[in-house]
């Protein structure tokens, strides 16, 4: 992996975005009772915060920038497990950061969810998040759904079959096997050629007269 390209991700950012995409699409056995593969086993998370610092843009006065949002994504999403917590309506699964870190990697995947919903419907201090998140519902909001939205794309998309590439530029990656959940879903894969539509008879006229049908 080309480390220029790599996601450089602290530890706790990448604990918390680990325990966000293990809550979204945990792994389930299947029909004949073996445990399919889940996002954490795919490496979800690293695409998830990945695409969080180099894929989203935000205006900085009059401009679009590139900012880094992985970390302060995932100190918004600890910042509203601490308020969960300290509801008393919620109980740890288990202990894995030290200190406190991380209470949302200490949540059961159950909780996580409820964070995601508070979050969602502004039921935190938005004073008490994180640039760029802090005091801003519609940018929380936002996120959220992208945070939903990006793990089940990144799931079932070809990323994870990237393998050694995935966390090069798009235009370096390279695939290295067929995607683990399209095989899951029973995917074929991208056919060349293949068409499930035709299409309409279209008639084009020409000008200086006549047409054909196409």
């Given at each position: ?5 790599g ?8 604990a ?56 302060a ?5 600890n ?15 288990f ?11 200490s949540?059961?995947?159950?909780d ?5 919903f ?12 994180p640039?760029?998140y ?6 929380v ?9 990006g793990?089940?794309f990144?799931?079932?998309s ?5 393998g ?8 370096e ?21 293949y068409?499930?539509?035709?299409g ?15």
């Amino acid at each position: 992996m080309n480390p220029s390209h790599g996601s450089n991700a602290s530890w706790q950012t990448e604990a918390t975005f680990r325990a966000l995409v293990e809550a979204i699409v945990p792994n389930m056995p299947d029909d004949g009772g073996v445990q399919a593969a889940g996002a954490v086993d795919t490496d979800i998370h690293q695409y998830m915060i990945w695409e969080l610092n180099h894929s989203l843009s935000l205006f900085m006065g009059f401009y679009l920038a590139n900012i880094p949002l992985a970390c302060a994504t995932a100190q918004m999403l600890n910042a509203g497990a601490s308020e969960l917590l300290a509801s008393g309506n919620a109980q740890p699964a288990f202990s894995f950061a030290p200190g406190g870190e991380c209470p949302f990697v200490s949540l059961s995947p159950f909780d996580r969810i409820r964070v995601l919903f508070m979050l969602e419907q502004l039921q935190v201090d938005l004073g008490r998040l994180p640039p760029p998140y802090k005091d801003d519902g519609g940018f929380v909001r936002f996120i959220v759904d992208y945070l939903n939205r990006g793990t089940m794309f990144g799931f079932y998309s070809e990323w994870s079959a990237y393998g050694s590439t995935r966390l090069r530029t798009p235009t370096e990656r390279r695939l290295e096997y067929f995607p683990i959940s399209w095989r899951q879903v029973g995917y074929p894969g991208v056919v060349k050629g293949y068409r499930a539509f035709g299409g309409f008879l279209l008639t084009i006229k020409r000008n200086g007269g006549g047409s054909r049908d196409g």
